[in-house]
Every structure is written in C-alpha cells, then in structure tokens.
C-alpha cells in the first residue's frame, strides 16, 4: 500500500524566511508520480507540481524549489523569502498509474507567514 | 477557466437523515473523485470513477455510496449521516488515463472544488 507522511503539522515563519515542508512516501511500485498541492484559506486545493520517479532534477519555479530525493524517499519543497501570501495547508501526493492514478495524500502541513 | 462546482459549502443534518453532495464538473474530464478531509489525517479517498456508470471503491467507502449518471456529474450519498462523518469533502476531476503514465500535456492534475463542510448532529 502507498504512504505518505508530512511530519511537520505546523510551521510558523516570519516573512522573508525560507521555509522547508518534508515529504516521505513509501510505494513498491517503480513508476510513479509525486505531486504538490497548496490550499489557501478560501478552501480550494490548488496544484503547484508534478514529478515523476525517473526524473530527479531538482526544479525551481519563482520562489518555490524542490528537492526530490529517490535514495531516501522524499520529496521536499521550500519556499524561499516567505511571503504572507503562502499561508496555507501544503499537501504531498502519491500516484500509482498502474493502479488507477488516485492520489494518496499526506496529512498536510499548515504554514504560518507572519507579516 | 476549469471549474468544478459542489452544491452547498455548509450543511447541518441530523443523525441518520439521507444527505446528498453535488460536484459538476464542465472541463469533460473522464475521472472524478470524492475526498473527505480531516485535520492530522489529510484528504482520503471515499470514491472515485473513470466513466458514467462506474465507480470504484477509495480507502474509505463505508458508509457512503456514489452514483455518476452523466459525465459531468458526480454525487455523494450518505445514506444514514452518523456524527463521526462530519468533516470537509472535497471534489475532484482529471483529464487523463484511467491507468498508465500520462502523456502529451496531460499533468495528472486534479482540480477541487471549495469543499462541503458537512457537520451531523
């Protein structure tokens, strides 16, 4: 069975920080895909990115970046120079395209930007 | 603009009432899911389907049924509402293949709508 763990609850910032939101899956598979989802106060989960586990390159878009490591599982994302603006819930999924391509959902981790 | 509509953002009902979710959907997207989301435990998987008439089984199907008559449309059923179902529910649909890698510009992307805040006294 896929698995996801946020570890990190809460993050509490203060703007201009960096911050960085940790995510280990665990899967047998080979294939699959990684994915970042933001939800901003107002409820609606908004997609930020899509990796899939052949393709290790780091990636920065703006001032987000993240770090996909295979060797231990993770997939992190940092935010760089904070904003209030990324106050949000930051969920990590799991996709299985053998399996129907739903995604398995970590618990989330609430940031707090504080002006 | 994709858009994906739920029916009510706030419910109240009572224990054992029959409660239905809406979530239309107007991208013509094949795949559309319903999540329920509660806090520390993330969004989980109640159903999902792949095409009108169908519908499969998420992590947690008990309790809940489904039923997808038209493509855009996909509705949530709680039979017998108990308390330990309140909670958020979320809707989602997504372009792509119902199995294998996604190709061409398909992202696998899911798009939510605002959620259902369903509370069963």
């Known amino acids: 069975a896929q698995k996801v763990t946020q570890a990190q609850t809460e993050i509490s910032v203060v703007e201009k920080e960096d911050v960085t939101l940790d995510c280990v899956y665990e899967?047998?598979?080979?294939?699959?895909?990684l994915f970042w989802y933001k939800q901003p106060p107002s409820g609606e989960l908004v997609f930020l990115i899509r990796?899939?586990?052949?393709?290790?390159q780091n990636e920065i878009s703006g001032r987000y970046s993240w770090n996909f490591q295979k060797s231990t599982s993770s997939f992190n994302f940092t935010i760089t120079a904070s904003q209030v603006v990324d106050s949000a819930v930051y969920f990590c999924?799991?996709?299985?395209?053998?399996?129907?391509?739903?995604?398995?959902f970590g618990g989330g981790t609430r940031v707090l930007v504080k002006p | 603009d994709v858009k994906v509509t739920q029916s009510s953002r706030y419910l109240v009902k009572r224990t054992g009432e029959k409660v239905f979710l809406e979530c239309v959907q107007d991208m013509d997207h094949e795949n559309m899911f319903w999540y329920r989301q509660d806090p520390g435990l993330g969004l989980r998987l109640i159903y999902f389907s792949y095409d009108v008439k169908m519908k499969e089984k998420g992590d947690i199907p008990e309790g809940y049924s489904v039923s997808r008559e038209k493509k855009e449309r996909f509705s949530l059923i709680l039979e017998s509402a108990s308390t330990n179902q309140t909670s958020m529910y979320l809707c989602?649909?997504?372009?792509?293949?119902?199995?294998?890698?996604?190709?061409?510009?398909?992202?696998?992307?899911?798009?939510f709508g605002e959620g259902s805040r369903l509370t069963v006294l």
């Open positions: 990796r899939n586990s052949f393709d290790e």
């Open positions: 899967t047998r598979d080979t294939t699959y895909y």
């Open positions: 999924a799991l996709s299985d395209p053998a399996a129907g391509n739903k995604l398995t």
């Open positions: 989602a649909s997504s372009l792509g293949p119902k199995l294998g890698p996604w190709s061409g510009g398909e992202t696998g992307e899911l798009f």
